[in-house]
């Protein structure tokens, strides 16, 4: 039996790609009631964030697959499509909600996708009362290695803020939009309290180069339930760069 902790990367799940769907970011409902199902009938083991990492501190040998489910962006349809799923199997998640679009469709730099609309501050509330984490993913979507370093911070900071008025609760997890970072964006991460931060560097979590650094398994519209599969038993590592 493999063993160790894979974190899942989902974006919009739906019921069929729009005309401006990046299907790399996208997955049926369909495929993903069938992944869930999966895990669920595998026995494996669905944990919290914070769950996973805590296991990692302690040290002790994984003897199991322990497996976290996140979702980056924040769309609308995980309210009525996706929650309701992993509500029916008892499985927690965290989603990074992008903060400057709550309740908008989706629109940073130049990328404009009105078929991903946000979810709005009332229903980010809703789930975080129902025991989904709300973690940030900054107000606007940019590369924050492509900005100065005050705006960074900016894009960081205000994310954090807004999201933990909404919610009463701590934002203690962050995800690097586009999966861009550096050493300074890493220590402005560390530096606003956040307990951890979610990659797009593609392995397995306990071979983590640092809490701030967790590696993600990215799911898309072309992965059938087989190569689900795969993606949970390989650990190998590499970066991947996000929508």
């Known amino acids: 039996m493999s063993t160790g902790i894979s974190i899942l990367l989902y974006h919009q799940i739906g019921e069929e790609p ?3 769907t990046n299907l790399d970011c996208f997955c049926s409902v369909e495929e993903f009631r069938l992944q869930m199902e999966y895990l669920r009938d595998s026995k494996k083991q669905v944990v919290s964030l914070a769950g996973a990492i ?18 980056d962006d924040g769309c609308e ?8 799923i992993l509500n029916q199997f008892g499985f927690l998640c965290t ?24 979810l709005s501050s009332k229903k980010i509330r809703e789930l975080s009362d129902m025991g989904v984490e709300i973690g940030a ?26 999201l933990q008025e909404i919610t009463g609760r701590e934002v203690n997890s962050f995800s690097y939009p586009h999966g861009a970072y550096n050493p300074t964006i890493i ?23 640092s809490i701030f650094e967790l590696p993600r398994k990215y ?5 059938g339930i087989e190569v689900f599969k795969d993606k949970i038993k390989n650990n190998g590592s590499k970066a991947i760069s996000t929508f």
């Open 18 to 20: 729009g005309k401006h």
């Open 54 to 71: 805590q296991r990692m501190a302690s040290n002790r040998e994984i003897k199991n697959e322990l497996v976290v489910l996140t979702f």
């Open 77 to 84: 349809r995980f309210y009525d499509l996706t929650f309701p």
């Open 95 to 118: 989603i990074y909600p992008v903060a400057g679009c709550l309740g908008k469709p989706a629109s940073w730099g130049k990328i404009q996708n009105p078929d991903l609309k946000i």
């Open 137 to 162: 993913h900054t107000m606007n979507h940019y590369k924050l290695t492509e900005l100065r370093n005050e705006v960074a911070y900016q894009e960081i900071y205000e994310s954090k803020d807004l």
């Open 187 to 209: 220590k402005m991460v560390e530096e606003m309290e956040f307990t951890n931060a979610v990659s797009c560097i593609e392995g397995n979590a306990e071979n983590c180069r």
């Open 219 to 223: 799911i898309t519209y072309f992965d």
